[in-house]
Nanobody
Framework: QVQLVESGGGLVQAGGSLRLSCAAS????????MGWFRQAPGKEREFVAA????????RYADSVKGRFTISRDNAKNTVYLQMNSVKPEDTAVYYC?????????????????WGQGTQVTVSS
């Protein structure tokens, strides 16, 4: 069993920055893929970014590429999402997820465990 707890959400002005954190517990954090998804009001949950625990490979949604960065600190069992140059369309609930397989996945049904989500609101 893996428990995931997100933090760091809040209100930020367009063009600003925010860093989300996701603390994991329960199993060997460094061995699995960690991802970030988001869900805006009235929309389906969508992939944002993911990073492999073993290879260091990362993938990003086109909408955030060049602005967001996923990173992890295996010693702290924590994954981060650094959000720069945020836009109003980045407003959503952001979810952290863990995938116990090796390959990076972008589909939410590939992920095994989910956090409760943290709200990010970008004002214009």
């Amino acid at each position: 069993q893996v428990q995931l707890v997100e933090s760091g959400g809040g209100l930020v002005q367009a063009g600003g920055s925010l860093r989300l954190s996701c603390a994991a517990s329960g199993r060997t954090f460094s061995s699995y893929v960690m991802g970030w998804f988001r869900q805006a009001p009235g929309k389906e949950r969508e992939f944002v970014a993911a990073g492999s625990g073993s290879s260091g490979n990362k993938r990003y949604a086109d909408s955030v590429k060049g602005r967001f960065t996923i990173s992890r600190d295996n010693a702290k069992n924590t994954v981060y999402l650094q959000m720069n140059s945020v836009k109003p369309e980045d407003t959503a609930v952001y979810y952290c997820a863990a995938d116990l397989s090796i390959e990076i996945a972008t589909m939410e049904d590939e992920y095994d465990y989910w956090g409760q989500g943290t709200q990010v609101t970008v004002s214009s």
